[in-house]
T-cell receptor, first 116, second 109 residues
């Protein structure tokens, strides 16, 4: 069964450093998402991406964040200068084309980001 | 008011019990409704979509009341493996998912 993959599974970084979280969505999907979950809190939407551009972003997704689809398979989230409060689980999700009947978003296993 | 509100629990029930979770949402324009299951430190996984007519999948029954903006999940004959956090999730008109904080279920032997 096709699945969304994410690397690394755990990233430890120092405050102020740049990190790139990587995702490989399901191959025929066209809509991509990043969500985050701070420990003990709810899952929160960060950004959606379609046709090589951001469709929507939340208030959390400020200028420190950026997303990119550098090639036909990867979807990345970059945090330019990490803060302690960026420590969280980051989930990538993908969804198939708008013509598909399913709105289901398939989630990757997540990357645990720890900022020290 | 929170966009999606759930009782955090935990619900601690014996195996075989029936347990019900409730959820309310604030945006009447919400398009689709789901229950996800999340195990500790894992990704959310879709348990079932929720339809206006109500729907059942084995031991799980979901109901939606659009007028009251209320969603429910009923689990019958609880198994130990049902222990998890159950997330009420709403999709808005832009297709992003809005999650509740989750209700934790512990099923004991």
């Amino acid at each position: 069964e096709p699945e969304v993959t994410q690397t690394p599974s755990h990233q430890v970084t120092q405050m102020g450093q740049e990190v790139i979280l990587r995702c490989v969505p399901i191959s025929n999907h066209l809509y991509f998402y990043w969500y985050r979950q701070i420990l003990g809190q709810k899952v929160e939407f960060l950004v959606s991406f379609y046709n090589n551009e951001i469709s929507e972003k939340s208030e959390i997704f400020d200028d420190q964040f950026s997303v990119e689809r550098p090639d036909g398979s990867n979807f990345t989230l970059k945090i330019r200068s990490t803060k302690l409060e960026d420590s969280a689980m980051y989930f990538c999700a993908s969804r198939e084309s708008p013509g598909g009947g399913s709105y289901e978003q398939y989630f990757g296993p997540g990357t645990r980001l720890t900022v020290t | 008011r929170k966009e999606v509100e759930q009782d955090p629990g935990p619900f601690n029930v014996p195996e075989g019990a029936t347990v019900a979770f409730n959820c309310t949402y604030s945006n009447s324009a919400s398009q689709s409704f789901f229950w996800y299951r999340q195990d500790c430190r894992k990704e959310p996984k879709l348990l079932m979509s929720v339809y206006s007519s109500g729907n059942e999948d084995g031991r799980f029954t979901a109901q939606l009341n659009r007028a009251s903006q209320y969603i429910s999940l009923l689990i019958r004959d609880s198994k130990l493996s049902d222990s998890a956090t159950y997330l009420c999730v709403v999709r808005d008109s832009s297709y992003k998912l809005i999650f509740g904080s989750g209700t934790r279920l512990l099923v004991r032997p």
